[in-house]
């Protein structure tokens, strides 16, 4: 089982709020100094090229900073590491490298997430974890777990895929990038059965079909896709739905596997052996 290394930097933030508020620093710089510094070489240690697209945005809201940070100031870091430590032994990882998981605060301005998807955004880099968390949304402590089993089996999978396979078998396909991810959804929704998330919302069947096959006939959708494009009657995380709901066929299809034998399963074969094929 991976040890893992809790890390908020919600510690450093009143000190952000004071060079701002106090010393007159720029926002840009004075977040670089304290909010990023500190932890950026610890949390992208692994990744084999730069990944300072990660990076946790500034955040220029201080008054609401001031309240997320009052808020979370409350918050059972100890509970919510043991709850780490038990989604990792549903789908061990073979490794002696312990993840680093990172809590960031996330800008309360960023309303899709705060109503869409309970202030709370994950990444994996590279098999250490961050997750921006917004404490003024909704629900918000709820859905830090969830999120993190999202980002963990990304971080096994990607451990098996590209470590232990060298890649093989892989065509970096967007098809590819909704399986990955609607693999990260279910095993996060079996360990979280009562959290339904938005961007995961099934379609009924013919909107479901009528999606289906644009993608398969219209590759210039790919891109817009997993995230959806209103303005191009893309629906709002379509990628993520369909992902899921690929995943879900394969595995009902398939009653006998469990979440650690698909880790063994290339991402096409879960495709072909789907209806989707």
């Known amino acids: 089982m991976r040890t893992i290394k809790l890390v908020s930097a919600f510690e450093k933030a009143n000190d952000y709020i004071k060079a701002v508020e106090e010393s007159n620093e720029d926002i840009q710089k004075a977040w670089h100094k304290y909010m990023i510094e500190p932890f950026w070489t610890e949390i ?13 945005a500034p955040i220029k809201n201080i008054d609401a900073l001031k309240e997320q940070i009052k808020i979370f100031s409350s918050f059972p870091i100890e509970e919510l590491h043991s709850e780490f430590v038990k ?18 605060p996330l800008c309360d301005d960023e309303n899709i997430v705060k109503e869409r ?8 880099a590279f098999g250490n974890i961050i997750i921006n968390i917004n404490p003024l949304a909704h629900d918000y402590s709820n859905w830090i777990p969830y999120v993190f089993a999202h980002e963990y089996h990304h971080s096994v999978l990607g451990h098996n895929l ?14 590819e990038n909704m399986i990955i991810e609607g693999q990260a959804d279910l095993f996060a929704e079996s360990l979280f059965y009562d959290l339904i998330p938005k961007w995961n919302r099934p379609f009924d069947n013919e909107t479901e079909e009528k999606l ?40 009902r299809k398939h009653p006998s596997t469990s979440f650690s034998d698909l880790l063994n399963v290339l991402p096409v074969d879960i495709l072909n052996g789907s209806r989707f094929k």
Request: proline share 6%; glycine share 10%.
């Open 44 to 56: 992208s240690k692994w990744a084999p090229h730069n990944i300072d697209f990660m990076k946790p």
């Open 117 to 124: 998807q309970n202030g709370i955004v994950g990444a994996c």
């Open 212 to 251: 289906w096959k644009r993608l398969k006939n219209d590759p210039s959708t790919h891109n817009a896709s997993m995230f959806g494009d209103e303005a191009k009657n893309l629906p709002w995380c379509m990628g993520y739905s369909l992902g899921r709901a690929i995943v879900d066929d394969y595995m």
């Open 87 to 104: 989604i990792t032994s549903m789908i061990p990882q073979d490794d002696d490298d312990p993840i680093l998981v990172a809590l960031f």
């Open 162 to 175: 590209y470590v232990l396979r060298g890649g093989k078998g892989l065509s970096g396909s967007f098809y």
